[in-house]
T-cell receptor, first 116, second 114 residues
Framework: AQKITQTQPGMFVQEKEAVTLDCTYDTSDQSYGLFWYKQPSSGEMIFLIYQGSYDEQNATEGRYSLNFQKARKSANLVISASQLGDSAMYFCAMRPAVSGTYKYIFGTGTRLKVLA | SAVISQKPSRDICQRGTSLTIQCQVDSQVTMMFWYRQQPGQSLTLIATANQGSEATYESGFVIDKFPISRPNLTFSTLTVSNMSPEDSSIYLC???????????FGPGTRLLVL
């Protein structure tokens, strides 16, 4: 069965420091996509970063990077130089990259609080 | 990315009533998705709405409770029928976009049922 696990229900980080949010996944598929989303208290889901299972380089988007370790089936999100506005829920998600497959599998989320 | 709007942004409803949520996308898309996020929980897919055909519902969700319309390629509605307090959630619509078929979400509708 396919599954996403986020073991950190809550995290604190000091402003301007880096923080790593953990995500492990379980799948028997060879091809899949991994995504991270941010959900502020307003409730909207904001797409942050994508990593394909065949991508050799770790994905980066501004202050966000994805530490992808395929053999360990982990896709941790690294946020550098944390800002107060980074305080939110963060969800890891997986999607099998099979044509016509649209279903995302979401983790339970990690609540990040950035301290001033 | 995609520009997606939802109406209403929030509502407070009485049990036994129904609420229709609208989702508008900035360009034509084949599939639109409806999710529910109960308080403190992750997202759960309710159904997929294709234009011109019946919506496809996930296990645990039925058309009588969550009827969906998809009259054109940029618009969809989700109705939450005969509401109970357990229906209090955030309801989000989303669409696929881009080479990675990333799902982009609307701003969500916060529903509180009393």
């Amino acid at each position: 069965a396919q599954k996403i696990t986020q073991t950190q229900p809550g995290m604190f980080v000091q402003e301007k420091e880096a923080v790593t949010l953990d995500c492990t996944y379980d799948t028997s598929d060879q091809s899949y996509g991994l995504f991270w989303y941010k959900q502020p208290s307003s409730g909207e889901m904001i797409f942050l970063i994508y990593q394909g299972s065949y991508d050799e380089q770790n994905a980066t988007e501004g202050r966000y990077s994805l530490n992808f370790q395929k053999a360990r089936k982990s896709a941790n999100l690294v946020i550098s130089a944390s800002q107060l506005g980074d305080s939110a829920m963060y969800f890891c998600a997986m999607r099998p990259a099979v044509s016509g497959t649209y279903k995302y599998i979401f983790g339970t989320g990690t609540r990040l609080k950035v301290l001033a | 990315s995609a520009v997606i709007s939802q109406k209403p942004s929030r509502d407070i409803c009485q049990r036994g009533t129904s609420l229709t949520i609208q989702c508008q996308v900035d360009s034509q898309v084949t599939m639109m998705f409806w999710y529910r996020q109960q308080p403190g929980q992750s997202l759960t897919l309710i159904a997929t709405a294709n234009q011109g055909s019946e919506a496809t519902y996930e296990s645990g969700f039925v058309i009588d409770k969550f009827p969906i319309s998809r009259p054109n390629l940029t618009f969809s509605t989700l109705t939450v029928s005969n509401m109970s307090p357990e229906d209090s959630s955030i309801y989000l619509c989303s669409v696929d976009r881009g080479a990675q078929e990333t799902q982009y979400f609307g701003p969500g509708t916060r529903l509180l049922v009393l």
